[in-house]
């Protein structure tokens, strides 16, 4: 099993940023893909963003390409997501994704473990 702890979210101005943080423990030694995605109200979720664990590799959604980031430091099993420029259209409920496989990280059933997600709010 896998336990993932997400942190940062909050409630902003349009043109700040936030960065969020996705704490992963338990058999971690499997995880290969770590993704965000996002849900807002009345909406489906959707893909924000993937890293691949053990390399460089990322992928983010059109919407949120040039305003995030998405990093990670396997020392500490945790991987980030740098968020500038937002948005009001980014307020949702982001969650933090695992996958015990290498893949492009954009489909939420690519993922096995999810955590319980953070608020991130963004007024105008």
């Known amino acids: 099993q896998v336990q993932l702890v997400e942190s940062g979210g909050g409630s902003v101005q349009a043109g700040d940023s936030l960065r969020l943080s996705c704490a992963a423990s338990g058999r971690t030694f499997s995880t290969y893909t770590m993704g965000w995605f996002r849900q807002a109200p009345g909406k489906e979720r959707e893909f924000v963003a993937a890293i691949i664990w053990g390399g460089d590799a990322t992928n983010y959604a059109d919407s949120v390409k040039g305003r995030f980031t998405m990093s990670r430091d396997n020392a500490k099993n945790t991987v980030y997501l740098q968020m500038n420029s937002l948005k009001p259209e980014d307020t949702a409920v982001y969650y933090c994704?695992?996958?015990?496989?290498?893949?492009?990280?954009?489909?939420?059933?690519?993922?096995?473990?999810w955590g319980q997600g953070t608020q991130v709010t963004v007024s105008s």
């Open positions: 994704a695992a996958a015990s496989k290498i893949a492009p990280g954009t489909r939420q059933y690519e993922y096995n473990y």
